[in-house]
């Protein structure tokens, strides 16, 4: 995979070099300018964080960006399956990149995102070796599809925040509480919560329970 993934970032609010990373994944037909506005509510959880939203590698017919292709009038559930598993090398290039190119560590990187990013940071933050475990994965609005190998010892369990609003009709609710079962199942250290009221998107409670969970899981 030579594809090489880039977007908007932000510096340590702190201005010294970066200790951390909170790697934002946007969804289908967006780009990274559109996560990249939660960096300010974060920031002062993590003042020393450098946040990158990355724009996915493929074009729309729509306009903006998708980590992998949906087949929207056949099984979406098998384009998922299949997409996320295609799109996998790029992201953990990504990640790798980013590890060498600074001095932060997996354990000092969060992995966010939104409904189809929501879906890689899931499957790629889990997917990773056990030397490589994240601070955490946080997705909103989204679906958790295995990798290969799940739930054995050689890869990584990272705690795991998940959010969704009970009145999303483009990804159905019932994916992130079957993520909650099969995660939590698996032995990951699972926080869930669901926006009552909301449909697809990110509202203020999620967005506080998502801080309440950084704020956890920096300290340790």
Known sequence: MTTKLSGPMLAPANGQAPDAAVVLLHGYGSDGNDLIGLAPHWQPLLPGALFVSPHA??????????WFPIDWTGDRLASRQTGVVNARPVLVDFLNDLWTQTTITPDRTLLTGFSQGAMMALHVGTSLPAAQ??????????AFLAPEGFGGDALARP????IHGDQDDVVD?????EAESVLSHAGFD????????????????????????????SEK
Do not use: K, W
Request: net charge neutral.
């Open 57 to 66: 590698p493929i074009g729309t017919p729509m306009g903006g960006y998708q």
């Open 133 to 142: 475990s994240l601070m955490g994965i946080i997705g909103f609005s989204g």
């Open 159 to 162: 705690p795991i925040c998940l």
């Open 173 to 177: 609710p019932n994916h992130s509480a």
């Open 190 to 217: 699972v926080h869930y919560h669901v926006s009552r009221g909301v449909a697809h998107g990110i509202a203020p409670d999620g967005l506080a329970f998502a801080s309440e969970f950084i704020a956890r899981v």
